[in-house]
Structure formats: structure tokens, C-alpha cells
């Protein structure tokens, strides 16, 4: 399973959302950007504009390689001023009946768990409705995050959420990116989804992201070392 990132010029958005519907992708996340690079490098990636919309969706391999192709005959990403797509596996999504309706259509079958070697940390990426992130982060803070960033979306496919999770979701979106301790990661998906899950306001849907390396984190990783367990804890139970 992958996280799919689209970046393309504004004005292609629907293009590129008809397209993916096509090919069964109909959950997607859509934020608008505003591009910065400048001269050739513009003309390298294909951006000439600088009005940008960036889409999120997660797709399982076989899509991956439809749409790939799909993007560079039918849509001609790799005309300049078109836009580029990458993806990214995934590690983990909280919730099997999120995973169905945020891969809907796309035939996908739980395979073997793989960890990818290297990664002590992960990127947690909270889809909540829209103005409910300080609770998304307060459920965060409980399990151990320090702190996130948030994005502000909309979101396509949002009446197919009765199907799957009983329940009507809003369109409009926080993506809440937390980077984390991989050993710290599954407390708090877990707070995130009791506290600020489908059954709050929030309605948040939680997944998470290898990270293979990172820079500015050294204060926090001190401060974690330096943390004191509480005197009620029980000593570790010896090997």
C-alpha cells in the first residue's frame, strides 16, 4: 500500500481527480500550494505555473502502475506545466473498515507485513475534519507526540464513508502530520483513534509513513532520554 502525492498545475485539478475516478481512485485528499522554484528547474519538473494543488490518495501497487501509465499518455505529465506524482509505502493504517473505504474499488489483499530497515522514526498523517486538530493533537500529546503541523483540505469520495463506516463524513479537511519514534507510534495512533476517532466530532482517520532519516529532532531525542519514569512504574521484567 502507498500513499500517491500529486503535484500539478491548478487549473488540471479536474483532469487528474476524472482520471483517477477512472481507475477506481475515489477517496483523495486536495490541498492548494503555491509553487516557489524558479527558471529552469521550473522547466525540469514540469511546473512552469506557480498556482499548484497537491492530492493524496492511497493506492495498492497494481493501481500504482495503471495510473502511472494513464498520467504520462492520457494526462502527459510529462509535458512542462502538467505536474509530477510520486509515491510512498506505507507502514500502517488505524482501523480496517478506514483502510476499505480509503481503497475502495481498487481489489486490494492484505499481503505479508514488511518493515523497512533503518527507519527509528514515522510520519503520522491525521485526516480529521476540518477544526477539530487541537483535539486530534491534545489525543496526540496524551500517548507522547510533541508536536504537528496542519494542512488544510478538502476531500473527494467522502459520500462513500456511509458504505464502509456507518457514518456521512464532511469534505472539508486538517491533515495533521506528526513525525514520531517508531517505537512511540502505536500509542498514539491508538489515543488518536479513541479520543479523536469515528465515533467524535473529529471523525479522524490515522496511517503512517517510513521516515529513513532526520534533521532537527536532536532536542527532542534528548529530552526523551532525559525523561524520568513515574515512581509508581514496575521495573522491567527481567530476560
Not at 32 to 61: D, F, I, K, N, Y
Not at 170 to 195: F, R
Amino acid at each position: 500500500m502507498y500513499l500517491m502525492v500529486t503535484v500539478m498545475d491548478r487549473k488540471r485539478l479536474r483532469d487528474f481527480v476524472s482520471l483517477y475516478r477512472l481507475r477506481q481512485i475515489y477517496v483523495n485528499m486536495i490541498s492548494l500550494g503555491h509553487g516557489t522554484a524558479r527558471g529552469e528547474l521550473l522547466s525540469l519538473l514540469g511546473l512552469t505555473g506557480s498556482e499548484r494543488a497537491v492530492c493524496m490518495a492511497l493506492v495498492t501497487e497494481n493501481t500504482w502502475k495503471a495510473v502511472k501509465k494513464d498520467l504520462e499518455r492520457k494526462i502527459r505529465i510529462d509535458v512542462p506545466g502538467t505536474g509530477i506524482a510520486f509515491i510512498v509505502p506505507m507502514s500502517s493504517i488505524g482501523g480496517k473498515r478506514e483502510l476499505r473505504f480509503m481503497t475502495d474499488g481498487q481489489n486490494w489483499k492484505k499481503g505479508e507485513e514488511s518493515v523497512m530497515k533503518g527507519t527509528d522514526r514515522e510520519l503520522l498523517v491525521i485526516i480529521s475534519n476540518q477544526g477539530y486538530n487541537e483535539l486530534v493533537m491534545d489525543a496526540a500529546r496524551e500517548a507522547g507526540a510533541h508536536g504537528g503541523t496542519v494542512l488544510h483540505a478538502r476531500g473527494t469520495g467522502m459520500e462513500r464513508a456511509e458504505k464502509f463506516l456507518g457514518i456521512s463524513l464532511a469534505a472539508e479537511k486538517d491533515i495533521t502530520l506528526i513525525v514520531t519514534k517508531t517505537a512511540g507510534k502505536n500509542a498514539i495512533m491508538q489515543s488518536v483513534m479513541e479520543k479523536a476517532g469515528m465515533g467524535t466530532q473529529a471523525q479522524s482517520i490515522v496511517f503512517s509513513l517510513p521516515v529513513t532519516s532526520t534533521a532537527g529532532l536532536r532536542l527532542l531525542d534528548q529530552d526523551d532520554e532525559t525523561e524520568t519514569p513515574p515512581e509508581s512504574a514496575e521495573p522491567a521484567a527481567e530476560s
